[in-house]
């Protein structure tokens, strides 16, 4: 035990000192929001409009579309890198000293080399530590800039509603206000580096199987609460581009969607910078899509041809102003960046450093689900024999193969574990299904169990289309372009397949510690097995380095911090809606763990869920005060104190309660704040949490506006969305 603690601090004197390598070396406090600089935005505006009134309309109608479409000379099979747009072709841009936009994705990564395949969103997500995010932006942005682009496609802050979403690893969760932390965190960092960010995809793209055609119906209010406060907080941090979705909302098309792209995006949450399609089949028509402000078709014009824009503005469809208005996104944010970009040295990226930041990513979104009788952390001298079991065990299991594909070394689990037997004179024996004739004898020999089981790429991931069409059969793996590229699409099913999971019975039943180790990219259902097994483990995809951090969990060496951003349900019932191969849908006002709340329902796991190898303790929590205007802010301070033996991570949550609203559809509670707090044994620490007032309004449909309801609330501080434990604390609006 006294080995394991000394570890345990270690690994803490480690964590701070990366927190003052990165914050140092990359100029944490740095990010200049663009549309908050008065200057830089007079400048743009002026540039913008006086190019606008020099250039021809033959040159505006080209950048109205990407001009490249390639493979990459990195090897990846199929990747792209899109020039948006091409104005640097033309005289008029090299007169303003205007670059190229150079496009790359994508969420796990710079997809150009060289780069660092981090954690997918989702694993990030796990560690609800939006500071770990934004270095993943700078470090991103930094990466983009040394291969030549100035544009990525990142963030990805469509809502998980539900966990058979295919692209739900690319996601940051469940809950509006948790997507919000970390989407506007990764906008500042790829940002600050002088990088565009383009916030993907608008909107209300949660399906993969049908997600070029598929017709989401939705409720303004519904849109409004659930769907778009995540995008509306990007925005106002000054995210550059928005890319609009494949599938049709209320019954158009994302691209030529008028109310969704003019009067919701940019009256109403008031977007200045400029929007492109999602790739290929992001646009459907030309008149139709001007019409509605829809910028740059990427990542090749099909009816954004000068032929037929030309025959449009011919055929009185469109007006040349209407061209204007959109050039001037384009270059208003252009010049905006060009502006605050201006003698500024860019750092060339850290590798090393990046590489110490996914592991840690990986550390710190680990989530112990389950340690009965302190099964874990494992200690090293008692531990002879290890075996490995599990679909995973010889898999790279970094992400699905998507646009967002990293193409890097990744590690494989049964190295790792070899190489650590090897160093600890520990024998790792391994199995490869339910019939292999050793299993018997390796499982009594072992003294522990370690299964490595969850979802593979060809189960989950983007769904890519040759021709925008649907996928055919939700059963079988979808077959994607050149043999690998987008082979994933929605979930089938959430469970493990039964031969996986007959065999974490069958081994469980001969050897006790049996410890599971799920990975996945969002909920995996294991009511046939959970209760079989002393110890749960979960992490999301984990990037080119992450399976070493397996050991460092299970030996102690780290103690997981890393709470569910989503909700693992016991029964289907617990879930909205998601059929296979949808060509309707409609969203409802709940998901998750508001959908739980609604069901009065208790899941496998509840939102916000993380054990610890310590105990935290909540004490002394106050209020500012308890009678709130709309212009207040209610603030909470608290003792926070771990009481066990070793160090660790808590996060606390805060939940506002609407049970005495009088609205006809409102959730028991919302996720309205956290913090995360790191604690040496025995030391307190006073948390400060700050609640803006006007973050509890609803969206009155009748005015088309957000409304405070003036009523008694209760704050609820926990440490799950289900914690019988919190502390509640009445307070009032007037």
């Not at 646009?283 to 078709?297: D, H, P, Y």
């Not at 289907?572 to 998901?591: A, D, N, R």
């Not at 301070?637 to 805060?654: D, P």
């Not at 609330?713 to 604390?729: C, G, P, R, T, V």
């Amino acid at each position: 035990m006294k080995f394991f603690i000394k570890q345990l601090n270690i690994q803490f004197k480690a964590y701070f000192l990366l927190f003052i390598i990165i914050v140092f070396k990359t100029n944490l406090f740095a990010y200049e929001n663009p549309v908050l600089n008065t200057t830089a935005t007079i400048y743009a505006d002026s540039m913008a409009n006086k190019m606008i009134a020099e250039i021809s309309l033959k040159e505006k109608i080209s950048m109205l579309s990407g001009d490249k479409f390639f493979k990459l000379k990195s090897g990846i099979p199929f990747i792209f890198k899109g020039h948006l747009p091409n104005a640097t072709i033309h005289k008029s841009a090299k007169k303003y000293h205007l670059p190229a936009l150079i496009f790359t994705d994508g969420p796990r990564g710079v997809v150009t080399k060289p780069q660092t395949n981090f954690p997918a969103p989702i694993t990030r997500a796990c560690t609800w530590n939006p500071f770990l995010e934004e270095q993943v932006g700078i470090a991103m942005g930094t990466e983009a800039t040394f291969a030549g682009a100035n544009l990525i496609g990142a963030p990805c802050i469509n809502l998980l509603r539900h966990p058979a979403n295919g692209r739900a690893q690319e996601s940051y969760g469940e809950d509006s206000y948790l997507v919000s932390q970390f989407g506007t965190a990764l906008v500042r960092g790829i940002q600050e580096q002088g990088v565009m960010s383009c916030v993907k995809h608008f909107a209300l793209n949660s399906i993969e199987n049908t997600r070029y055609t598929v017709d989401v119906k939705i409720s303004e209010k519904v849109l409004n609460e659930i769907y778009l406060p995540h995008f509306k907080a990007c925005i106002d941090v000054g995210a550059a581009s928005i890319m609009s979705a494949y599938n049709k909302v209320n019954g158009e098309y994302c691209a030529e969607n008028e109310n969704l792209l003019t009067t919701t995006l940019r009256k109403q949450l008031g977007f200045k910078g400029f929007v492109q399609s999602d790739w290929d089949f992001g646009v459907r028509s030309t008149a139709s899509s001007l019409l509605a402000k829809m910028n740059v078709e990427m990542p090749y014009p099909k009816f954004y041809k000068p032929k037929k824009i030309k025959e449009a503005i011919a055929n009185k469809e469109i007006k040349v102003s209407t061209i204007n208005d959109l050039v001037f996104d384009i270059l208003y944010t252009r010049f905006l960046f060009q502006f605050i970009n201006q003698e500024k040295t860019r750092p060339k990226p850290n590798y090393e450093q990046h590489n110490l930041l996914a592991k840690r990513i990986c550390e710190e979104g680990t989530v112990l689900l389950k340690n009965e009788n302190k099964t874990l952390p494992l200690i090293k001298t008692k531990i002879k024999t290890i075996l490995l079991v599990g679909r995973l065990v010889h898999e790279k299991n970094d992400g699905d193969n998507g646009s967002s594909i990293v193409k890097t070394m990744v590690q494989k689990p049964i190295d790792v574990f070899k190489k650590f037997g090897k160093e600890n004179n520990i024998k790792i024996l391994t199995v490869e299904n339910v019939t292999d004739k050793n299993l018997t004898q390796y499982a009594q020999q072992a003294d522990v169990v370690i299964f490595i089981t969850g979802t593979k790429k060809i189960e989950e991931g983007e769904f890519i289309s040759m021709n925008g069409t649907e996928r055919k059969d939700a059963s079988k793996p979808a077959k994607g372009i050149f043999k690998k590229l987008g082979r994933g699409g929605d979930r089938y099913q959430l469970n493990l397949p039964k031969t996986e999971t007959d065999l974490i019975t069958k081994i469980a039943a001969i050897n006790k510690n049996t410890i599971c180790y799920l990975i996945g990219g969002s909920a995996i259902m294991m009511e046939e097995f959970k209760n079989q097994v002393p110890a749960i483990l979960f992490s999301g995809y984990y990037g080119m380095n992450g399976a070493e951090t397996m050991f460092d969990i299970l030996f102690g060496k780290v103690n997981p911090s890393g709470k569910l951003p989503f909700t693992i349900p016991s029964n289907l019932s617990q879930l909205p809606v998601f059929p296979s191969l949808p060509k309707t849908i409609e969203y409802g006002y709940f998901h998750g763990y508001t959908l739980i709340d609604e069901l009065n329902e208790t899941p496998a796991f509840p939102f916000g869920f993380g054990l610890s190898y310590t105990t935290f303790q909540y004490t002394d929590a106050q209020l500012n005060k308890t009678v709130f205007t709309e212009k207040d802010t209610l603030e909470i301070e608290l003792n926070v104190k771990n009481i066990g033996t070793v160090y660790g991570a808590e996060t606390i949550q805060f939940y506002v309660h609407f049970e005495h609203s009088n609205q006809t559809e409102y959730p028991k509670k919302l996720l309205k704040a956290f913090t995360k707090v790191v604690l040496q044994k025995s030391e307190l620490q006073k948390v400060f949490v700050k609640i803006p007032i006007h973050l509890l309004s609803y969206f009155d449909s009748q005015t088309h506006t957000f409304k405070l309801e003036k009523m008694k609330y209760n704050l609820e501080i926990a440490n799950s969305s289900q914690d019988k434990n919190a502390i509640i604390m009445p307070f009032e609006i007037q």
